[in-house]
C-alpha cells in the first residue's frame, strides 16, 4: 500500500468538523485504492495564538515541511485581530512552501442549485488558476503620520516574470488537457498598467508556446459580470492573487454556495507539500453545531488526491460527492448534519469500484 | 430658466449614440422643469488621439472646468493601445476634477430581467460609493529589469486620510438619508493591512457621528457572493476605487445589466464639474448600428440633475425611464433602435408635471 504522510491543520470553527469529514472519505477510498494515511493533526490558529501568541512556529513550519501533504480545515477567528491568523498562519505557508498554483475548480454539479436562472450544470466548467504568492499578498506597504489628518497608507502588488510565468506556464498546460482548450486571462491592464503590461507580455510569449489553445483577455470587473451573465464562456482563468480570490468567490457563489467550493494550493514541482482547503472561511457562527457542508473539504481532498497522482481515488470520490448532491436533490432538502454527510459519501465512496 | 452650461463628451464607440438620448431626454425635462442646456461639444478619445496624439490638452481642460457639469458617453477603442485613454482621459479628469465620489446605485427596476433566480426589485436597492481619487488607481508603481527573467512590476495602492475620510463621510451622510440606514464597508483588510485599517478605523471614528447609521463590513470576495446569494443585505457600500469598480459592475449584472447601470463622478463641494457617465464601456463591436441602450446615460443624466439640486426633474426623468422598462417587459422583447429607446423615454419625460 501506498502511504501518504498528512498534515492536518483542522484550524478554528467549522474546520475541525469538515477535516474530520474529509478524513473519513479518504479512509473511506483507501482500502480500494491500496492507499493509507499516516496523519498528523497540528493544533494551529486562534486558541493556540490566544494561548501563546504562535501563529506557526518555526519549528512547525518545519515539522510541516516532511509531509507530503497538508489538509487544512479553516482559520480564522473574531477574537482575534484580522489578518494576524490570515497572514501569520495561511498565507505565510502559501508563500514559504510556495504555493504559486491556488487551483479553484468552479463547476455547477446536477442538483445543485444555483442563485443563477436559466444555467445548466454544463453551462458551469471552469478552472481559476489563481497567483498564490505575489501580487498584492505580498504584504508589502506601509503607513506614515498615522492617526494624523495627513496619514497615508500605501499597498504594494508586487508581480514578477518569474512569479508570473510559471503560473501562467500551468494553466497554458491545463487548459491544454481540457476539451474546450480556452484560457482567459483576467486583470486590470488599463489601470495597473505595470502589471498588467507584465501579465499581458507573458500570457502571449507562453501562449505561442500553445498554439491550440485559444486565448482572451477580460478586464476582472467584466470578468464578474460574466460569471454571472455567460459563464459558459469561461475554461480555465488564469489571474493574480487579488482578482483569483475575488472572482473564486463569486465562482462559488454561482456554482451552488460556499459549501462546495474546493481549492488546492498547489507546489507543481513537489519542492514542498501542497496544501488543500475548502474556500469557506471558519464560520464561527455555526461552529460545533454540526450544521457545516463538508463537502467543499471533501472535494479538495479529491483535489489532494489528484495531486499525490491517486487520479483513481480522486475520480471516486468526485463520483461519490456527485452521487450524493444529486440524492440530495432528489430527496428534498432533508437536513443533515456534518457528520451525516460525510458518512453519506464516504459509503458511496467505499462501495465504489 | 435656469441655464445649465454643460461640456459634452460623445467620446468613442457607442458613446455618442447613448450620448445624444441623454441631451434627448435632457431637452424634453427643460420646458416644464424650466431649465435650459447650453452644451459645448468636446471632440476628445480615440479619433483626436489617432490624428493628433493627445489624450486631453490642457487648454481643453481648462475650458471644462468652466462648466457646470461634464455628460460623457464613453471612451475606448482597440486601435488605441489599452489604457492610455483610461488614464489619460477619463481617470484624468476624475483626479484632475476631484471626482471622489464615485455614485453607483444598483437598482432592479420593475420589469427588469435579472440573471438571478427569485429576486424581486425590492430586493436589489443599493447605493455604492466607490472612492475615485486614490487607491490602486493613483497609477504608482513601475518596472525594473524589463524583459528579462529578472523582471518586477509593482503597483502601489495609495490610500489617504483625507481621502478615505471625505468619502467616508459623504457615504454616512447617504446611508442616513435612506430609510435602511446601513452602511457596509467592503475591503479585504485580512490581506491588504494598511490600507484595510485607515479604512476600517475611518469608518468607525466618522461612524461614532452617525449613531442611527447601522455598520458593517464586509470582505470584498465575500461581498461578491452576497451580491448574487442576498443581494438584500445591502443598502450603501463604501469601497475603495478598485473594489468598487470591481463590485458595480457585478452589481449591473444582477440589476439586468450593463445598458442600465448609470454613475456620477461627483466633487461635492462643486468646487470643479462633476461628469456624469454609464458604467458600461465604449462597445465598439456595437457601434453605429442603433443597437446600444441609452438607458444608462439618460439615468446618468438623472443623476447629474439631482446633483445640481434640480431634484424635481432629476425625479421626472427616473420616473420616465422605470415607466419605459415596464412597457418594454409588457410589450415583450420587441427590439428598438438607440434613438428609438430615447424617444419613448423622451416623450414621457415632457408628458410629466
Ligand atoms: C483568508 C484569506 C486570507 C484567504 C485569501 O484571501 O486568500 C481566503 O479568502 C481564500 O480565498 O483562501
Ligand atoms: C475604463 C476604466 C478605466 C473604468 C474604471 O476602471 O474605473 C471603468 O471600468 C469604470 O468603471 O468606470
Redesign the interface.
Given at each position: 500500500a501506498r502511504t501518504v504522510k498528512l498534515a492536518v491543520i483542522p484550524g478554528d470553527g467549522i474546520g475541525p468538523e469538515v477535516v474530520a469529514e474529509g478524513l473519513k472519505v479518504l479512509s473511506a477510498a483507501a482500502p480500494e485504492h491500496d492507499l493509507a494515511f499516516d496523519t498528523t493533526s497540528y493544533e494551529l490558529g486562534a486558541r493556540r495564538w490566544h494561548a501563546t501568541g504562535e501563529t506557526l512556529p518555526d519549528s512547525v513550519e518545519a515539522e510541516l515541511r516532511g509531509h507530503e501533504a497538508i489538509f487544512l480545515g479553516a482559520v480564522?477567528d473574531p477574537s482575534v485581530p484580522?489578518?494576524v491568523l490570515?497572514?501569520g498562519l495561511l498565507?505565510r505557508l502559501r508563500f514559504a512552501f510556495s504555493h504559486y498554483v491556488n487551483l479553484r475548480p468552479v463547476r455547477l454539479y446536477p442538483g445543485v442549485t444555483?442563485?443563477?436562472?436559466?444555467v445548466a450544470p454544463e453551462d458551469i466548467d471552469m478552472l481559476v488558476v489563481r497567483e498564490g504568492t505575489e501580487g498584492?499578498?505580498a504584504?508589502m506597504?506601509?503607513?506614515v503620520?498615522k492617526g494624523?489628518?495627513?496619514?497615508?497608507?500605501?499597498?504594494?502588488?508586487?508581480?514578477?516574470?518569474?512569479g508570473v510565468e510559471r503560473v501562467v506556464r500551468y494553466a497554458f498546460a491545463a487548459a491544454q488537457r481540457r476539451p474546450r482548450r480556452r484560457l482567459t486571462l483576467v486583470h486590470?491592464?488599463?489601470?495597473?498598467?505595470?502589471?498588467?503590461?507584465?501579465w499581458q507580455r507573458v500570457v502571449r510569449e507562453v501562449g505561442a508556446e500553445y498554439p491550440d489553445v485559444s486565448v482572451d483577455y477580460l478586464h476582472?470587473?467584466?470578468a464578474?459580470?460574466f460569471?454571472?451573465?455567460q459563464p459558459q464562456r469561461f475554461d480555465v482563468v488564469v489571474t493574480d492573487n487579488?482578482f483569483g480570490?475575488?472572482?473564486?468567490?463569486?465562482g462559488?457563489?454561482?456554482a451552488g454556495?460556499?459549501g462546495l467550493a474546493a481549492s488546492g494550493n498547489i507546489n507543481p514541482e513537489n519542492d514542498f507539500p501542497s496544501m488543500f482547503e475548502p474556500v469557506h472561511g471558519s464560520a464561527p457562527d455555526i461552529a460545533g453545531q454540526g450544521k457545516a457542508d463538508p463537502t467543499a473539504t471533501i472535494l479538495s481532498a479529491a483535489i489532494m488526491l489528484d495531486h499525490l497522482g491517486l487520479e483513481g481515488a480522486a475520480r471516486a470520490v468526485e463520483r461519490a460527492v456527485a452521487e450524493d448532491l444529486l440524492a440530495r436533490a432528489k430527496d428534498g432538502a432533508a437536513e443533515r448534519s456534518t457528520a451525516q454527510i460525510g458518512d453519506a459519501i464516504a459509503e458511496r465512496v467505499a462501495g465504489q469500484g
Open positions: 480564522g484580522s489578518g490570515e497572514r498565507l444555483t442563485p443563477l436562472a436559466d498584492p499578498y504584504g506597504g506601509g503607513v503620520r494624523t489628518p495627513h496619514e497615508i497608507a500605501t499597498q504594494d502588488s508586487v508581480n514578477t516574470r518569474f486590470k491592464d488599463n489601470v495597473l498598467s505595470f502589471a498588467g503590461e507584465l476582472v470587473d467584466a464578474t459580470m460569471f454571472v451573465s487579488l480570490d475575488i472572482i473564486t468567490d463569486l462559488a457563489a454561482v454556495g460556499i
